[in-house]
């Protein structure tokens, strides 16, 4: 499986000023190295918990048989069912549901497709930070201070991770059997 993100929008995921208060930093005085601080932050807590901060399309290709009638989508959440499209060999396939939100997952109503399979689709909690729910914004906040304060080398024996992301991350973060 081959996962690609593209982002739809250009908005940080994150507010800066919240950011800054919840390190209770004087802002804008570290508001660069914040800044940098705060997109990693947000980009280790997409990557750990396998979802999309702000809105972002999402290109899946399949060079395996598809074995199953259901498929995990991989990054979450997804709202918009009609932005789901698959290919099959560069053809056109409709022959599928969508289950929303933050377990995204493809029903296939008929035949499995058999090929080479690209699925595309819109992930994303909205277009803004606003968007992104409160605990999440919290979790990217807090590591970003973590980064902040533990700047230099690392003690080698944890992930890194501040506990309060490590839990809220976990909460979204799919289950893999």
Do not use: W
């Not at 918009?80 to 290919?87: E, M, N, Q, Y």
């Not at 909690?125 to 690392?154: K, L, N, W």
């Amino acid at each position: 499986m081959i996962i690609q993100r593209t982002s739809v929008s250009s908005a940080t995921p994150f507010n800066l000023p919240e950011v800054a208060e919840h390190g209770r930093l004087t802002y804008p005085g570290d508001q660069s190295e914040v800044h940098r601080l705060s997109l990693a932050a947000a980009r280790e807590f997409e990557d750990f918990a396998q979802i999309a901060l702000l809105d972002q399309t999402i290109g899946v290709t399949l060079e395996e048989p598809i074995r199953s009638a259901m498929l995990g989508l991989p990054i979450a959440p997804l709202v918009d069912p009609l932005s789901v499209d698959i290919t099959v060999d560069g053809l056109a396939f409709d022959a599928f549901a969508v289950i929303t939100g933050l377990r995204p997952a493809i029903r296939f109503t008929g035949d499995k497709p058999c090929g080479l399979v690209v699925i595309t689709y819109l992930a994303g909690f909205g277009a803004t930070a606003a968007a992104i729910p409160d605990d999440v914004r919290h979790a990217v906040a807090d590591q970003a201070m973590a980064y902040y304060e533990m700047r230099g080398p690392g003690d080698g024996k944890s992930n890194g991770m501040s506990p309060h992301m490590a839990r809220i991350a976990a909460r979204y973060r799919r289950v893999a059997l």
